[in-house]
């Protein structure tokens, strides 16, 4: 099985060059929902799955290497629930993260990096405003406060 340092060099190596919305690189979101899931008592496999959470949805890596990497199937299955796919509907994607066990709690990690104010700020008013109110929906749709 892979160590959790070498599914965080992975990740970090799968979205080198990537930034996020506000220009910052990628992997400073990937290390925040990490650090999140942490926090709030994850296992290993929870914050394995951190590390991973966007790589299939953002091309970083295949639903092939996932398959076939050296990963306890726990974080498979979370890894695949929080990857959205095209023009799915957000209902069907949370009903799909709360349908597995421990994705959920990344999830939540994830939404509270993306809601930071800090990191909102940095956003044009329009992108704020959409993702803001993303982020409620989200939120309300799998049962979490706030």
């Known amino acids: 099985m892979l160590t959790l340092a070498e599914i965080e060099a992975t990740a970090r190596a799968a979205h080198a060059g990537q930034s996020d919305k506000s220009g910052r690189p ?5 290390q925040a929902v990490a650090e999140g899931v942490r926090a709030r008592g994850g296992t290993e ?11 299939v949805e953002d091309d970083a890596l295949t639903e092939q290497w996932l398959t076939e990497a050296e990963l306890p199937q ?13 023009g799915e509907e957000l209902p069907a994607y949370t009903a799909r993260i709360l349908a597995v066990p421990g994705a959920l709690l990344v999830k939540e990690a994830d939404l509270a990096h993306n809601s930071d104010p800090g990191r909102l700020a940095e956003l044009d008013e329009t992108t704020r405003n959409r993702l803001t109110q993303k982020y409620a929906r989200t939120r309300a749709l799998l049962g979490l406060e706030g």
């Not at 726990?74 to 095209?86: E, I, Q, Y």
């Open 26 to 30: 990628y992997a400073e979101h990937l």
């Open 45 to 55: 496999s929870q914050i394995a799955a951190a590390w991973l959470h966007d790589a």
């Open 74 to 86: 726990s974080v498979r299955d979370m890894v695949l629930a929080l990857t959205k796919r095209p």
